[in-house]
Nanobody, 124 residues
Framework: QVQLVESGGGLVQAGGSLRLTCAASGRTSSSFNMAWFRQAPGKERDFVAAITGTGRSTNYADSVQGRFTISRDNAKNMVYLQMNRLKPEDTAVYYC?????????????????WGQGTQVTVSS
């Protein structure tokens, strides 16, 4: 079993930056594809970014392309989400997700392990 713990959320002004961290523990593997999702108040959880186990391939939602960067350090069992030029509409709870099987995608159903989330609030 794998456990995921997110950190790094907080309150930031529009235009600012934050870096989220997802720490994986338990039966981790560098082959696991991982992703970030977010859920704003009253809305469904949406895909933000994903990264393959090797880190060679990434994918981003259109809304964050060019502003957010997903990366990973397999030696530390960490996945990061660097968020720049934040906007008020980026306000949400951000979740780290992992797929212990094969494949990756933008739908929640690709991922079978989730963290508890970290709150990001962007003020205008």
């Amino acid at each position: 079993q794998v456990q995921l713990v997110e950190s790094g959320g907080g309150l930031v002004q529009a235009g600012g930056s934050l870096r989220l961290t997802c720490a994986a523990s338990g039966r981790t593997s560098s082959s696991f594809n991982m992703a970030w999702f977010r859920q704003a108040p009253g809305k469904e959880r949406d895909f933000v970014a994903a990264i393959t186990g090797t880190g060679r391939s990434t994918n981003y939602a259109d809304s964050v392309q060019g502003r957010f960067t997903i990366s990973r350090d397999n030696a530390k069992n960490m996945v990061y989400l660097q968020m720049n030029r934040l906007k008020p509409e980026d306000t949400a709870v951000y979740y780290c997700a992992l797929n212990t099987g094969y494949g990756w995608g933008t739908a929640e159903s690709w991922y079978n392990c989730w963290g508890q989330g970290t709150q990001v609030t962007v003020s205008s």
